[in-house]
Each structure stands twice: as structure tokens, then as C-alpha cells.
């Protein structure tokens, strides 16, 4: 199996689905904010098969309202 390639899937997941979010509108809210970003590239991080840049961290927890910080809470060891 291919190394985990960032730590905030399963959190970003989570948190999106506590607020009722699809992948695709999630993707929606980012694509609206300027991002060009696909629920298929969302899935990818999600699942950890895609790094995250700093800047996209940032954008992930604006659309989210939340604190970047809450994303990189680990919800598993």
C-alpha cells in the first residue's frame, strides 16, 4: 500500500460531514471562493492519496468556518 501522502483526510472528512457537505459541495464552496479544485481531487486528499500545500489547508478551514488548526487534529494514531 502507498504511504499516506498528507494527515488531514480523515479530519477534513469529518468535519465535513458534520456540516451536512457532500464532496461535491464542498468543492463547490471552494470552486466558488476561486479554488479550482474537483470532488474527484477532494476525494483524493480525503483518502490521503494526495498532498496538501499550506495554502490549501487554509482554504480547506475558510470553507469549513473552522481554525486551521482544527483540521490538523488527528482523529486516528
Known amino acids: 500500500m502507498a504511504t499516506e501522502q498528507n494527515m488531514i483526510g480523515p479530519t477534513l472528512r469529518s468535519l465535513r460531514e458534520a456540516e451536512g457537505l457532500t464532496q461535491a459541495e464542498l468543492a463547490g464552496r471552494l ?12 476525494a483524493k486528499v480525503e483518502s ?6 499550506d495554502r490549501e489547508l487554509v482554504r480547506f478551514a475558510e470553507a469549513l468556518e473552522v481554525n486551521p488548526s ?3 487534529k488527528p482523529t486516528k494514531f
Open 31 to 42: 470552486q466558488l471562493a476561486g479554488w479550482d479544485i474537483s470532488r474527484e481531487t477532494l
Open 48 to 53: 490521503q492519496v494526495r498532498c496538501v500545500t
Open 70 to 72: 482544527e483540521i490538523l
